[in-house]
Nanobody, 124 residues
């Protein structure tokens, strides 16, 4: 049973923008903190951005600070990742994930729910 579904990936030129969305089952979204990860070919999965269950706390990888913004719409059970000033090194499959609000935000082993991923390609 698929409980997290990402959308919004695609091909974009360097300097461009994309907005990723992740729709979740209410039972997951309502209580959990959410995050976006990415994995480029031949590289480990990387935590990109995190948002707490209430939305009041956000965290970002240094590589995306000032360019990416994570947000959530609790009424629609959806988390977003606005990506601006995209670079070729942002090319990866992007995944959303959910974790307990009691877990460390950067403990990947505690993320119990994962989406199937959406491809983002930044190329001219």
């Amino acid at each position: 049973q698929v409980q997290l579904v990402e959308s919004g990936g695609g091909l974009v030129q360097p300097g461009g923008s994309l907005r990723l969305s992740c729709a979740s089952a209410e039972s997951i979204f309502r209580v959990n903190a959410m995050a976006w990860y990415r994995q480029a070919p031949g590289k480990q999965r990387e935590l990109v951005a995190f948002i707490s269950s209430g939305g009041g706390v956000t965290k970002y990888a240094d590589s995306v600070k000032g360019r990416f913004t994570i947000s959530r719409d609790n009424a629609k059970n959806t988390v977003f990742l606005q990506m601006n000033s995209l670079k070729p090194e942002d090319t990866a499959v992007y995944y959303c994930a959910a974790t307990s609000p009691l877990a460390r935000w950067d403990d990947t082993t505690k993320y119990a729910y994962w989406g199937q991923g959406t491809q983002v390609t930044v190329s001219s």
